[in-house]
């Protein structure tokens, strides 16, 4: 049976999306699971551990079409660090577009990090409208899919799944306006506060 380290890369860590997604997968996953946020910033004492571990999971959102800074800092060290044998690599990642796809760049800037650091990659789970999709009637496809992807990762496949809302375009610009005004209103900020360019 498989060991394998959830790394939470969001920064809201605790009260994140991704948080969420890793309840889920644990759910599903057979084998020991260690959990880390990588906001701790205790990197060296994580690093000392992955020798033993077979499988690492980055859960992370998107940020600007890309990976978090602090993602980008935390591979950086992890590069410079000893690994004697290197676990797989997968990768769960949301983005809050209705497309799945707009998270394919932030896979492959992970995908590039492991082929130069001799790291194997295994599977991967893209998920479009990250942000609301657990809060809907469609969290059983993000459920579906998340325990697709953790069997495939208990079974060493490698394996890449896509999964969003069945919303056309229109209509979830539609419903994510709504939800964002609603937001607004409740924390005393208007729509017109929220569509100005204006930053105080």
């Known amino acids: 049976m498989g060991k394998l380290i959830i790394i939470n890369v969001s920064p809201r860590a605790s009260k994140s999306n991704s948080k969420k997604y890793?309840?889920?997968?644990?759910?599903?996953?057979?084998?020991?699971?260690?959990?880390y946020n990588i906001v701790s910033k205790k990197h060296?004492?994580?690093f000392e551990k992955i020798n033993e571990y077979s499988d690492i999971l980055f859960i992370l959102p998107l940020y600007v079409d890309?990976?978090?800074a602090?993602?980008?800092?935390?591979?950086?060290?992890l590069e410079e660090y000893k690994i004697d044998i290197k676990p797989t690599i997968h990768?769960?990642?949301?983005?809050?577009?209705?497309e799945s796809e707009q998270n394919f760049i932030a896979v492959e800037i992970i995908k590039f990090f492991a082929r130069q650091n001799g790291y194997p990659f295994g599977s991967t789970l893209c998920i479009g409208g990250g942000e609301a999709i657990m809060g809907t009637p469609f969290a059983f496809l993000a459920k579906r899919k998340i325990k697709k992807f953790a069997n495939s990762i208990n079974n060493g496949k490698?394996?890449?799944?896509?999964v969003t809302m069945p919303l056309t375009k229109k209509l979830f610009i539609k419903a994510s306006t709504?939800?964002?005004?609603?937001?607004?209103e409740r924390n005393g900020i208007t729509r017109e506060e929220m569509?100005?360019?204006k930053i105080e």
């Open 66 to 68: 890309s990976i978090p």
């Open 70 to 77: 602090v993602f980008t800092a935390f591979l950086k060290s």
């Open 158 to 162: 490698k394996s890449f799944y896509t």
């Open 178 to 184: 709504n939800y964002w005004i609603k937001y607004g």
């Open 195 to 197: 569509e100005t360019m």
């Open 22 to 35: 890793a309840e889920v997968f644990k759910e599903h996953y057979k084998g020991e699971i260690l959990e």
């Open 44 to 46: 060296e004492d994580l």
């Open 91 to 98: 990768v769960l990642i949301n983005c809050g577009f209705i």
